[in-house]
Nanobody, 121 residues
Framework: QVTLVESGGGLVQAGGSLRLSCAAS????????MSWFRQAPGKEREFVAG???????FFDDSVKGRFTISRDNAKNTVYLQMNSLKPEDTAVYFC???????????????WGQGTQVTVSS
């Protein structure tokens, strides 16, 4: 079993930045890919960015050039640096993990509880 705990959400003005963290515990050796998803009110949960154990990354087009994802394997933690935030980035952000390659669907084995990000205009 793997437990994921997100932190770092909050309220920020448009154009600002936030850094989210996702700390994994438990059977972390089984994790190959960790990704971030987000879900706005009334919308489906959508893929934002992912990173593999060896550092390969993948981003949704909507965040390319604004968000970066990194991973500290020693700390079992993944970070999502969000810059140039827009009101449409407002959502609950979830961390997810799976023992296989990154996918953009919600086919992940483990999920965190989510952290709210609100971007004001």
């Amino acid at each position: 079993q793997v437990t994921l705990v997100e932190s770092g959400g909050g309220l920020v003005q448009a154009g600002g930045s936030l850094r989210l963290s996702c700390a994994a515990s438990g059977r972390t050796a089984s994790i190959y890919a960790m990704s971030w998803f987000r879900q706005a009110p009334g919308k489906e949960r959508e893929f934002v960015a992912g990173i593999t154990w060896i550092g390969n990354t993948f981003f949704d087009d909507s965040v390319k050039g604004r968000f970066t994802i990194s991973r500290d394997n020693a700390k079992n933690t993944v970070y999502l640096q969000m810059n140039s935030l827009k009101p449409e980035d407002t959502a609950v952000y979830f961390c997810a993990a799976r023992p296989r390659q990154i996918v953009v669907t919600t086919s992940y084995d483990y999920w965190g509880q989510g952290t709210q990000v609100t971007v004001s205009s």
